[in-house]
């Protein structure tokens, strides 16, 4: 087999992150179907029905079946092993292809999907202590500690984001499209440094290393054509050489 290009290899690499982009921007428009199904039908249990121990209105198992919680395999017993193959094998009869996750409730042992299942509402105390955690991240977020990224997306528009620089790659795989209105897959997510880069330092050292990339690229290539041109030339002196081939 030939040896690909590296223009080949990047058109392939492209495909395959196109690929797996608009995988992603179907599945979270089915888990978004999905949570307006739930809003549509009146899914969601209040606090006060799941502290009364209402069904889950996904699957109609209980939410809080008062069993403890589930115990590790190297602790079960034999009859509480084949108590939980069989709830295993239950589980997956029914959730083999809805390709989610599982929860349950602590001191409870029955499992939900996290498709099927609308997620438990959250006590008071959970409530505000998620909101101290998320009052407390923001409060500590500086301009000068994130970075701005330029998205591609599966619709070929460009989008641009923040993300706090411990972060290495952009880690979400589907953001607001506000052209297209729509949430769409990130193709390519490219660095484009500091968003407190008042004086452009950090942007230009990026370009100047960028440049550097693109010439050593284009040496690269430079090389291959001549090298291509030295067998063409080889081939073509082959072909008039006395007795060759071609003159017979």
């Not at 641009?160 to 209105?181: F, L």
């Amino acid at each position: 087999m030939a040896k690909l290009t590296e223009e080949e290899r990047e058109r392939r690499a492209l495909m395959r992150a196109r690929r797996e982009a608009l995988a992603a921007e179907q599945e979270d428009r089915r888990r978004e179907e999905r949570r307006q199904k739930w809003v549509r039908d009146g899914a969601y249990l209040s606090r006060e029905e799941f502290e009364a121990g209402e069904p889950c209105r996904g699957c109609g198992e209980p939410l809080l079946d008062q069993r403890g919680d589930r115990l590790a395999l190297a602790q079960m017993t034999p009859e509480q092993r084949e108590e939980h193959d069989r709830e295993e094998a239950r589980y997956l009869e029914r959730h083999s292809e809805c390709r989610s996750h599982r929860w349950s409730i602590q001191g409870s042992r029955t499992l939900h999907c996290g498709y099927c299942c609308p997620p438990h509402p959250l006590s008071h105390r959970q409530i505000e202590h998620i909101s101290r955690i998320f009052a407390s991240v923001k409060s500590e977020v500086r301009k000068r500690d994130l970075d701005d990224w330029d998205l591609t997306l599966t619709c070929d528009h460009m989008v641009r984001v923040t993300q706090h620089r411990d972060h290495d790659y952009y880690s979400r795989r589907v953001v607001d499209c506000p052209t297209c209105s729509a949430r769409r897959g990130v193709v390519q997510a490219h660095r484009i440094g500091p968003t407190d880069d008042a004086e452009g330092r950090v942007r230009t050292a990026r370009l100047v290393e960028e440049l550097q990339a693109a010439e050593a690229k284009l040496e690269r290539q430079n090389k291959a054509i001549t090298k291509t041109q030295r067998r063409i030339e080889e081939l073509g002196a082959q072909l008039r050489a006395p007795g060759s081939a071609a003159d017979e």
